[in-house]
């Protein structure tokens, strides 16, 4: 099943410098999208998200942009902080007459924030 | 800040025994999933149970997994006879209301069931 794919699987960046992380999907039915962050030993932690009427969602540091005709998302941190380093998964969910908020995830991009 | 709590943290169980893995969903959410991630793989969607009763279940949801919400707080999923397979970490998750609405899922940090 790939229907959500994140293909890269880590990314490093220095302190204070922007993250981007990306997402690609092929369902065009999915019309819902979420980023979630997860450290080790811990269940995934809601970041932010956005819905398929809106490009762009704003939340502190974290933003997240939507290209439907691309069928790509990306999170954008700024600044990067030392304790953002976790594994980030997009997932994505279609809504509609049998709406269940079934999520889809991506394989997890693991970033990590030099100081 | 409302959590999804689960327990155990940790089960071991013998191939071929029954285990319950147990959640406390957050006090006012109406939708309740499980979720599974085997080691190295991704996280994969198990069912979903709205007004007590199941609303979606994929493929590896068969016959030998169930879940129930017996009182107003617990959710628990039962698998009945385990399989080496069946090693994974078992997320549950909840949310607000997701039918008509867009409102994200929170989940609890899991149960790591190990079969032997």
């Known amino acids: 099943d790939q229907q959500v794919k994140q293909n890269s699987p880590s990314l490093s960046v220095q302190e204070g410098r922007i993250s981007i992380l990306n997402c690609d999907y092929t369902n065009s039915m999915f019309d819902y999208f979420l980023w979630y962050k997860k450290y080790p030993a811990e269940g995934p932690t809601f970041l932010i998200s956005?819905?398929?009427?809106?490009d762009k969602n704003e939340d502190g540091r974290f933003t997240v942009f939507l290209n439907k005709s691309a069928k790509h998302l990306s999170l954008h941190i700024v600044p990067s902080q030392p304790g953002d380093s976790a594994v980030y998964f997009c997932?994505?969910?279609?809504?509609?007459?049998?709406?269940?908020?079934?999520?889809?995830f991506g394989q997890g991009t693991t970033l990590q924030v030099k100081p | 800040e409302p959590e999804v709590t689960q327990t155990p943290s940790h089960q071991v169980t013998q191939m071929g025994q029954e285990v319950i893995l147990r959640c406390v969903p957050i006090?006012?959410?109406?939708?309740f999933y499980w979720y599974r991630q085997i080691l190295g793989q991704k996280v994969e969607f198990l069912v979903s149970?709205?007004?007590?009763?199941?609303?979606?279940k994929s493929e590896i949801f068969d016959d030998q997994f169930s879940v129930e919400r017996p009182d107003g707080s617990n959710f628990t999923l039962k698998i009945r006879s385990t399989k080496l397979e069946d090693s994974a970490m078992y997320f549950c998750?909840?949310?607000?209301?997701?039918?008509?609405?867009?409102?994200?899922?929170?989940f609890g940090d899991g149960t790591r069931l190990s079969i032997l």
């Open positions: 956005i819905s398929s009427i809106k």
């Open positions: 997932a994505a969910s279609a809504y509609g007459s049998s709406n269940t908020g079934k999520l889809i």
């Open positions: 149970f709205y007004n007590n009763e199941i609303s979606e």
């Open positions: 006090s006012n959410h109406l939708y």
């Open positions: 998750a909840s949310s607000e209301w997701a039918r008509y609405s867009n409102q994200p899922q929170h």
